[in-house]
């Protein structure tokens, strides 16, 4: 259940950075163009509107969608590798071979993600959850915030931990999968979600010429 709730959540997430970012950088670009229009009255109420914040809020957006994506990646076995020489080995050493590659993953998503979380805590996390908690920050520092949006950036840079440790997870999941079922996850690229072979056959067959019809 627990697992089920953290897969629907990476895609949440995923689509809702993706479709925002996006959605975000059409309305800067038309307002960027629509203040060029000598609309009486339209231009004034645009130029009046302040779009500075769209470019940076669309990068942090972007980013994180990477970061998320790349742990929904090691799920759904959907990242570029190169295994032609790891198909060539004999059984027991390619299963060797998948175990040391799971391993170096987990291995090196799970430094990125305490190294990023050590940067984190003291680029000003530190400082805001003892602040809430009623601490003594006086020998703390705040941190620096984002240039256009004025965010803390312990926020901002939080996804690289928070993504590392979930595609560690991610390997964590898979090599036990590995383990009991000896495959990996593999994405069919001809497979479309939401349609199933047997059901749909009839959106796609081919009409058949009527019987009995005139010769």
Excluded at 43 to 59: N, P
Aim: aromatic letters at 14%; glycine letters at 10%; charged letters at 15%.
């Amino acid at each position: 259940m627990l697992n089920k709730l953290l897969d629907h959540f990476e895609e949440w997430m995923i689509t809702f950075l993706m479709g925002g970012a996006t959605f975000i950088i059409f309305l800067s670009v038309a307002h960027r163009y629509g203040t060029g229009l000598p609309i009486p009255g339209v231009q004034d109420y645009l130029l009046s509107l302040h779009f500075e914040w769209a470019q940076e809020l669309a990068i942090i957006m972007f980013v994180w969608m990477a970061k998320f994506g790349a742990a929904y990646g090691v799920r759904m076995g959907v990242h570029v590798g190169v295994d032609v020489l790891v198909s060539r080995l004999p059984s027991e050493w390619r299963n060797r071979a998948t175990y040391v590659a799971l391993a170096c993953g987990m291995l090196f998503t799970g430094i990125i993600g305490t190294l990023g979380l050590t940067f984190v805590w003291e680029n000003g996390m530190h400082y805001a959850i003892f602040n809430k908690l009623g601490l003594d920050v006086s020998a703390l520092t705040e941190g620096p915030t984002t240039p256009d949006l004025e965010w803390p950036t312990w926020f901002v840079y939080s996804v690289v931990p928070m993504g590392s440790y979930l595609m560690c997870l991610r390997f964590i999941q898979v090599t036990i999968a590995f383990w009991r079922t000896g495959e990996m996850p593999h994405q069919d690229e001809s497979q479309v979600d939401g349609l199933d072979d047997d059901e749909d056959d009839d959106m796609f067959a081919v009409a058949q010429p009527a019987q009995g019809g005139a010769k």
